[in-house]
C-alpha cells in the first residue's frame, strides 16, 4: 500500500464546496464531494493516478463504453465514529468483486494500490464530506469503463478507472411490496448477473417501471430457466425467515450478486445460533410458507438500503402479506448491529472496518 500511496498524484481544489454541505438535509446523488480519483490504462500499463478536483470531462463520441457497454461500478460506504474517526465497510471485498466484473466484461484489473489506495486517500482528504448524524454515510463509487476512441467491435485496450463520492442519508425503511417477475429476467446461467455490470442496471430499468406503475416497489427476479427458482429483489440480495430458519438462494448458479451485505447479515445470524441455509429456493416453497403462517420475515439486503423489509409479496395476481414488523424478531436485529459495528459503538470483531486514517 505505501508504495501504491507514493503513486498517487494530488491536485487539491483551492474552493472547497464542503460548507454548502448540510448533514441534515442530505440529497442523495445530488452533491458530489470535492475531490475524485481518475486512472487511466493505456499503452499496455497503468498511469499514475490522479486526485483532482471533482469535475466533468470530455470525451470523443466513439468512446467505446458508450456504443458497447464494457463499464463495471461498486458500491460502497464509509462511516463516521461518534469520535470523528472515519471507516469504510469491507472495501477489500468490493474490490475483489470488482476485478471478478472486470474479467468478466474482457476489461483490464485494477491494481489494488490504486482501488484502496484511492479509495483512503481519497476518503481521507473528503473526510469533512462524511456526514455524523445515524443512519448517514458517504456512498464511494468506484467504476471502470471502456476508453478506445474506435467503434470498431474488438476487446478494448484503453480503460479509465475512476472514484467518486456522494453524501447519503438515513434511509427509510418502508416495508416494500414487491411483484413476483414470471415475464422479465435479470440474468440467466453462462451470461453476467454475477458481476456488477453498468448493462445488468439498464436491462432492469423497464421491467422495474412497468411494475412501479402498477404500484409495486421492487421486482424479485425468478431464474431465467425455469421461472421458478428466487434470485435476487430489485438491486439486493434477498432473505425469508421460514420458521426458525433463516433462508437465501445460493450463488453457484452464477446468476446473482455477491453481496456483501447478504454474506454480513449471514455472519452475525449464524454468530447468534440463527440457522442459515444457502439453496435452491422455489417461488412455490414461499407461498406454501405463506399459506400456512410459516413465512415469518422477508428482506432485501444490500449496501444502500441495508436492510430492505418487505410488506408483501405479489405472484400470478395473488398477494402474500408478511405479518406486521413490529412482530419481527430476526432482522431488526442483525439491522442493529450491522450499525454498531459500522458507526464504532461495538467492537468490530470480523475486521469489516478499514480505517482511512491509519
Ligand atoms: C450491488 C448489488 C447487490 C448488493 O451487494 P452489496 O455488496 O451488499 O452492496 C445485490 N444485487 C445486485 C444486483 C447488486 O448490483
Known amino acids: 500500500m505505501e508504495t501504491a500511496l507514493m503513486n498517487i498524484k494530488i491536485t487539491k481544489t483551492t474552493e472547497s464546496r464542503v460548507a454548502q454541505f448540510d448533514e441534515n438535509n442530505i440529497n442523495f446523488a445530488r452533491m458530489y464531494t470535492d475531490h475524485m480519483l481518475v486512472a487511466d490504462y493505456e499503452d499496455g500499463e497503468w498511469k499514475t493516478a490522479e486526485i483532482m478536483p471533482f469535475g466533468n470531462m470530455s470525451m470523443h463520441p ?75 454515510s458517504l456512498y464511494l463509487r468506484p467504476f471502470l469503463f471502456a476508453t478506445d476512441e474506435f467503434i470498431g467491435v474488438r476487446p478494448p485496450t484503453k480503460f479509465r478507472f475512476m472514484i467518486i463520492m456522494t453524501p447519503a442519508g438515513a434511509y427509510y425503511n418502508k416495508a416494500i411490496d414487491i411483484y413476483v417477475q414470471d415475464k422479465y429476467v435479470r440474468a440467466f446461467p453462462g451470461g453476467v448477473g454475477f458481476a456488477k455490470a453498468s448493462g445488468n442496471y439498464a ?48 450463488l ?31 417461488i412455490d416453497e414461499i407461498v406454501e410458507a405463506s399459506a400456512t403462517g410459516t413465512l415469518k420475515e422477508a428482506f432485501g439486503a444490500g449496501t444502500a438500503a441495508v436492510i430492505a423489509p418487505i410488506n408483501s409479496l405479489t405472484y400470478k395476481g395473488a398477494k402474500m402479506s408478511l405479518p406486521p414488523q413490529e412482530e419481527w424478531s430476526v432482522s431488526p436485529g442483525v439491522k442493529q448491529e450491522l450499525a454498531d459495528i459500522r458507526y464504532g459503538r461495538s467492537e468490530d470483531k470480523y475486521n469489516w472496518m478499514f480505517s482511512v486514517e491509519a
Open 203 to 250: 436491462a432492469a430499468m423497464q421491467p422495474t417501471v412497468e411494475i412501479q406503475e402498477q404500484g409495486f416497489d421492487q421486482n424479485l427476479w425468478l431464474d431465467g430457466v425455469e421461472r421458478k427458482y428466487i434470485e435476487e429483489i430489485g438491486t439486493m440480495n434477498v432473505f425469508f425467515v421460514i420458521g426458525d430458519k433463516v433462508v437465501t438462494p445460493s
Open 62 to 136: 466513439a468512446t467505446t463504453f458508450i456504443h458497447y457497454g464494457q463499464s463495471i461500478f461498486e458500491g460502497i460506504k464509509a462511516y463516521k465514529s461518534e469520535d470523528g474517526s472515519v471507516n469504510i465497510f469491507r472495501p477489500q471485498d468490493n474490490f475483489e468483486r470488482f476485478n471478478i466484473s472486470a474479467k468478466r466484461m474482457a476489461m483490464k484489473e485494477v491494481p489494488e494500490g490504486i482501488f484502496m489506495g484511492g479509495l483512503k486517500t481519497l476518503v481521507d482528504m473528503d473526510k469533512d464530506w462524511v456526514p455524523a448524524v445515524d443512519g448517514t
Open 252 to 282: 453457484e448458479s452464477g446468476t446473482i450478486l455477491n453481496g456483501f451485505t447478504r454474506a454480513s447479515v449471514m455472519t452475525l445470524l449464524r454468530d447468534k445460533g440463527i440457522e442459515v441455509e444457502e439453496r435452491k429456493i422455489s
